[in-house]
């Protein structure tokens, strides 16, 4: 895993952390795929360690939708991701 997609997981873990400190039971986080411009089917760099990150700290993935869109010249997929814990 490269240092920019190190640098997602790091930022998943300290928001799960975050809202389970808070006392929150669901977290809604926003996956931006790493790999702009793919259009071919395969791995979404960095989404599966960022889900991983999350779930490492006692969350479960429950519900998720994608958005295609474009983020200043290229395109990207994007990952709403609904996340609970009890």
Excluded: P
């Amino acid at each position: 895993m490269g240092w920019i997609n190190n640098a997602k997981a790091d930022l998943a873990t300290k928001a799960a952390t975050d809202a389970y400190a808070e006392g929150r039971h669901t977290l809604v986080f926003k996956i931006i795929e790493a790999n702009a411009g793919s259009r071919s089917t395969g791995l979404m760099s960095g989404v599966g360690e960022q889900i991983e990150a999350i779930e490492a700290q006692g969350w479960t993935l429950a519900n998720m939708c994608a958005a295609e869109g474009k983020a200043l010249t290229s395109d990207r997929s994007a990952l709403i991701c609904l996340f609970r814990r009890r």
